[in-house]
């Protein structure tokens, strides 16, 4: 697969982002999944490495607003550190048809392991001002209204609309930018 014309534009500033598990796979149906991505961004904001804005898990990929000094590596590590989790605990749970799929889909190129997890990049788009957020912040919490799944947006758990909402999230995150 070519490498995506999409990078991070300014350090500091919130981006966009999209990661997405490859073969657009159902990994996120499964709670314990969703939780080690979670715990992934919890260490990565409790440790002063991430600023998270808004977030939304779907069953093959999430959506973040986040912003970080250096970003490129913040999501890389988070994309490297969940995928090890990810399939330990697929493994775990003896998911052999879910773990065929993870290694048929492996590039050839990628020798050094046996699955891949995420597809390549994360399609990071900087956030030009404050209409730019609140249409990407509308587009990410409307995401699960618009599959059908709930009917508002603070229905959906796995979302940082209830957040905005003034409710209890299962992260924090900055919601004063």
Same mark, same amino acid.
């Given at each position: 697969?070519?490498?995506?014309?999409?990078?991070?534009?300014?350090?500091?500033? %919130?981006?966009?982002?999209?990661? #997405?598990? =490859?073969?657009?796979? %159902?990994?996120? #149906?499964?709670?314990?999944?969703?939780?080690? =991505?979670?715990?992934?961004?919890?260490?990565?904001?409790?440790?002063?490495?991430?600023?998270?804005?808004?977030?939304? =898990?779907?069953?093959?990929?999430?959506?973040?607003?986040?912003?970080a000094p250096n970003l490129s590596k913040e999501i890389g590590d988070f994309k490297s550190f969940t995928a090890r989790r990810l399939i330990d605990l697929?493994?775990?749970?003896?998911?052999?048809?879910?773990?065929?799929?993870?290694?048929?889909?492996?590039?050839?190129?990628?020798?050094?392991?046996?699955?891949?997890?995420?597809?390549?990049?994360?399609? %990071?788009?900087?956030?030009?001002?404050?209409?730019?957020?609140?249409?990407?912040?509308?587009?990410?919490?409307?995401?699960?209204?618009?599959?059908?799944?709930?009917?508002?947006?603070?229905?959906?758990?796995?979302?940082?609309?209830?957040?905005?909402?003034?409710?209890?999230?299962?992260? %924090? =995150? #900055? #919601?004063?930018?």
């Amino acid at each position: 697969m070519p490498r995506s014309r999409y990078t991070v534009l300014e350090a500091d500033a %919130p981006h966009f982002l999209t990661c #997405t598990i =490859v073969g657009w796979l %159902p990994l996120f #149906t499964r709670p314990e999944a969703v939780e080690q =991505v979670l715990d992934s961004l919890r260490f990565l904001q409790h440790n002063g490495r991430l600023v998270v804005f808004g977030y939304v =898990v779907l069953e093959t990929h999430l959506h973040l607003i986040a912003s970080a000094p250096n970003l490129s590596k913040e999501i890389g590590d988070f994309k490297s550190f969940t995928a090890r989790r990810l399939i330990d605990l697929l493994k775990g749970r003896r998911e052999g048809d879910l773990l065929a799929w993870l290694h048929a889909l492996k590039p050839a190129r990628k020798g050094d392991r046996a699955h891949q997890l995420w597809q390549q990049g994360s399609h %990071p788009q900087m956030i030009q001002g404050r209409e730019m957020m609140l249409q990407k912040l509308a587009y990410i919490h409307d995401n699960p209204v618009r599959r059908g799944y709930v009917d508002e947006p603070t229905h959906w758990r796995y979302s940082s609309a209830r957040n905005y909402a003034g409710l209890p999230g299962l992260i %924090p =995150v #900055t #919601t004063d930018w």
